[in-house]
C-alpha cells in the first residue's frame, strides 16, 4: 500500500467518523423533544381529563336539574369540546357546532333580536258622547243655567172683547257641578332613568286615554253622585218598548223614532253599542230579507244611519236582555251637556315616595255632564 492510499484512506475514515458523531447528535437531540412531545400530550390528556370531571359534577357544570340550563349547555359544550380534541368518532355533528345561535349561551347573545322602541297596545274602546252632547268650559266649580219650566199661554178674542192675564212663563235653574277624576302611578327612580322610552310621554297618554273611559262610561250611566250623571239613569229620560220580551224589534225601533218632538228628531242620534247593532242589521221580515239594506248595497255609498238618522257606538250602553235598556235615542246637544273645568293635568312628585325610590306620576281631570233637558232623549226598553 502506497503512501498516498494510506493517506486517502485515512481522509475517508475521519469523514465517516464526522458524519456519525452528527448523526449521534441529531438522534440525541429527536430524543429530548420527543420526551418533551410526550410530557406535553400527558398534560394535555390529564387537563381533558378534568373537563370531563367538572362537566360531569353536580352543581357545577353538570345536568343536575337544580342547575339552570345554561350551566348545563356548558357541560355539554365542554363534553364535546373534550370529545373533539381526542378524536373520538362518537361525535354528532351538532356536537361540532360549539357558537350557534340556538343558545344564548353558545352564541345567542353575539346575535340579538333588533329592540323596538315601541309598546303594542290594544285598543281601548270609550263611549264618544263628547262628539254629540253639548260641551261647556268654566272657570268656576259648576255653572246654573235658567230653564223655562213652563211655557207662556195665547187665547183667542174678539176685537173689543175684554183681555185677561194668561198663563205667564215659569223658570227653574239647572245646576251643573263639575267632579274629580284621577290616577296615580308609580315608578322607581332607576326605571325613569334607564327606560329605553319617554316613560312621561307614555303615562300621559295612558292617562288621557283613561279619562275618555272614565267619563265615557259616566255621561253613559253614571250615577250623579262625585260623578257625571248617565242619561242612562236619569229618572226623568222616558222610554218605550220593544214589543218582545228578550229581543229587539223593528216596531221598537220605530216607535222609539217617534216618540221625541219632531224638532229633537230631525237632530237626533241613536245611541247603541255593536252587539246591539249587530242585532238590527239582521233584522228579517217574514220572506227573510234583511229590514237594513242600505249598509250591503255598494253602489252608492250612503252614511251609516237607522231610519235615515245616524248612529254612534257606545260600548258602555246595556247589552240586549229583559227589562235592559240597549238604545237611546234623541238630541243629545239639547238634552245632555258636559262641562269642562279643567283639562287633563299631570303632576311629577319625586319627595313624598322618595323612601322607596320611587316618582309618583298622577293625574287629574275636573269634569261634569247631567241631563237638562229630559224630553230630548227618549230609551228603548225590551219588553212585552
Same mark, same amino acid.
Given at each position: 500500500?502506497?503512501?498516498?492510499?494510506?493517506?486517502?484512506?485515512? $481522509?475517508?475514515?475521519?469523514?465517516?467518523?464526522?458524519?456519525?458523531?452528527?448523526?449521534?447528535?441529531?438522534?440525541?437531540?429527536?430524543?429530548?423533544?420527543?420526551?418533551?412531545?410526550?410530557?406535553? &400530550?400527558?398534560?394535555?390528556?390529564?387537563?381533558?381529563?378534568?373537563?370531563?370531571?367538572?362537566?360531569?359534577?353536580?352543581?357545577?357544570?353538570?345536568?343536575? +336539574?337544580?342547575?339552570?340550563?345554561?350551566?348545563?349547555?356548558?357541560?355539554?359544550?365542554?363534553?364535546?369540546?373534550?370529545?373533539?380534541?381526542?378524536?373520538?368518532?362518537?361525535?354528532?355533528?351538532?356536537?361540532?357546532?360549539?357558537?350557534?345561535?340556538?343558545?344564548?349561551?353558545?352564541?345567542?347573545?353575539?346575535?340579538?333580536?333588533?329592540?323596538?322602541?315601541?309598546?303594542?297596545?290594544?285598543?281601548?274602546?270609550?263611549?264618544?258622547?263628547?262628539?254629540?252632547?253639548?260641551?261647556?268650559?268654566?272657570?268656576?266649580?259648576?255653572?246654573?243655567?235658567?230653564? #223655562?219650566?213652563?211655557?207662556?199661554?195665547?187665547?183667542?178674542?174678539?176685537?173689543?172683547?175684554?183681555?185677561?192675564?194668561?198663563?205667564?212663563?215659569?223658570?227653574?235653574?239647572?245646576?251643573?257641578?263639575?267632579?274629580?277624576?284621577?290616577?296615580?302611578?308609580?315608578?322607581?327612580?332607576?326605571?325613569?332613568?334607564?327606560?329605553?322610552?319617554?316613560?312621561?310621554?307614555?303615562?300621559?297618554?295612558?292617562?288621557?286615554?283613561?279619562?275618555?273611559?272614565?267619563?265615557?262610561? *259616566?255621561?253613559? +250611566?253614571?250615577?250623579?253622585?262625585?260623578?257625571?250623571?248617565?242619561?242612562?239613569?236619569?229618572?226623568?229620560?222616558?222610554?218605550?218598548?220593544?214589543? *218582545?220580551?228578550?229581543?229587539?224589534?223593528?216596531?221598537?225601533?220605530? *216607535?222609539?223614532?217617534?216618540?221625541?218632538?219632531?224638532?229633537?228628531?230631525?237632530?237626533?242620534?241613536?245611541?247603541?253599542?255593536?252587539?246591539?247593532?249587530?242585532?238590527?242589521?239582521?233584522?228579517?221580515?217574514?220572506?227573510?230579507?234583511?229590514?237594513?239594506?242600505?249598509?250591503?248595497?255598494?253602489?252608492?255609498?250612503?252614511?251609516?244611519?237607522?231610519?235615515?238618522?245616524?248612529?254612534?257606538?257606545?260600548?258602555?250602553?246595556?247589552?240586549?236582555?229583559?227589562?235592559?235598556?240597549?238604545?237611546?235615542?234623541?238630541?243629545? #246637544?239639547?238634552?245632555?251637556?258636559?262641562?269642562? #273645568? $279643567?283639562?287633563?293635568?299631570?303632576?311629577?312628585?319625586?319627595?313624598?315616595?322618595?323612601?322607596?325610590?320611587?316618582?309618583?306620576?298622577?293625574?287629574?281631570?275636573?269634569?261634569?255632564?247631567?241631563?237638562?233637558?229630559?224630553?230630548?232623549?227618549?230609551?228603548?226598553? &225590551? +219588553?212585552?
Amino acid at each position: 500500500m502506497t503512501a498516498q492510499e494510506v493517506h486517502q484512506m485515512q $481522509t475517508a475514515f475521519a469523514a465517516f467518523k464526522t458524519a456519525n458523531d452528527s448523526a449521534q447528535a441529531e438522534f440525541k437531540a429527536l430524543g429530548r423533544e420527543n420526551a418533551e412531545l410526550k410530557e406535553r &400530550i400527558e398534560r394535555i390528556q390529564n387537563h381533558l381529563d378534568e373537563i370531563e370531571v367538572k362537566a360531569s359534577r353536580r352543581g357545577s357544570f353538570g345536568d343536575g +336539574s337544580d342547575i339552570p340550563s345554561y350551566g348545563r349547555n356548558h357541560s355539554a359544550h365542554a363534553k364535546a369540546f373534550a370529545a373533539v380534541l381526542r378524536g373520538k368518532a362518537d361525535v354528532t355533528p351538532e356536537q361540532y357546532k360549539l357558537l350557534h345561535t340556538g343558545s344564548d349561551t353558545a352564541g345567542g347573545f353575539l346575535a340579538p333580536l333588533e329592540y323596538v322602541q315601541d309598546i303594542l297596545k290594544n285598543i281601548v274602546e270609550f263611549s264618544p258622547i263628547r262628539s254629540i252632547a253639548s260641551v261647556r268650559t268654566t272657570s268656576r266649580a259648576g255653572v246654573q243655567i235658567p230653564k #223655562r219650566t213652563t211655557t207662556a199661554a195665547a187665547q183667542w178674542v174678539e176685537e173689543l172683547g175684554t183681555r185677561s192675564e194668561t198663563t205667564n212663563p215659569a223658570f227653574g235653574m239647572a245646576e251643573l257641578r263639575s267632579h274629580e277624576a284621577y290616577a296615580l302611578v308609580k315608578v322607581s327612580k332607576a326605571e325613569v332613568e334607564d327606560s329605553a322610552f319617554d316613560l312621561e310621554a307614555f303615562l300621559r297618554a295612558e292617562f288621557a286615554e283613561q279619562f275618555g273611559v272614565a267619563e265615557g262610561l *259616566s255621561f253613559v +250611566s253614571g250615577t250623579g253622585v262625585g260623578q257625571p250623571e248617565g242619561f242612562m239613569t236619569n229618572a226623568s229620560v222616558a222610554s218605550v218598548v220593544s214589543g *218582545s220580551a228578550s229581543a229587539i224589534t223593528a216596531d221598537g225601533l220605530i *216607535s222609539l223614532y217617534f216618540e221625541p218632538k219632531s224638532a229633537y228628531a230631525e237632530q237626533a242620534y241613536w245611541c247603541l253599542n255593536r252587539a246591539t247593532l249587530r242585532a238590527i242589521r239582521t233584522l228579517k221580515d217574514g220572506a227573510g230579507q234583511y229590514l237594513w239594506q242600505a249598509g250591503l248595497q255598494a253602489a252608492t255609498p250612503r252614511p251609516a244611519t237607522i231610519l235615515d238618522r245616524p248612529y254612534v257606538i257606545a260600548p258602555d250602553m246595556p247589552d240586549i236582555a229583559a227589562n235592559a235598556y240597549p238604545v237611546a235615542f234623541g238630541d243629545f #246637544r239639547r238634552g245632555y251637556t258636559i262641562l269642562d #273645568r $279643567t283639562g287633563v293635568e299631570v303632576m311629577v312628585d319625586n319627595i313624598t315616595s322618595k323612601a322607596t325610590g320611587s316618582v309618583e306620576f298622577s293625574a287629574r281631570k275636573r269634569v261634569g255632564g247631567q241631563v237638562v233637558i229630559a224630553e230630548a232623549i227618549k230609551k228603548l226598553k &225590551i +219588553s212585552t
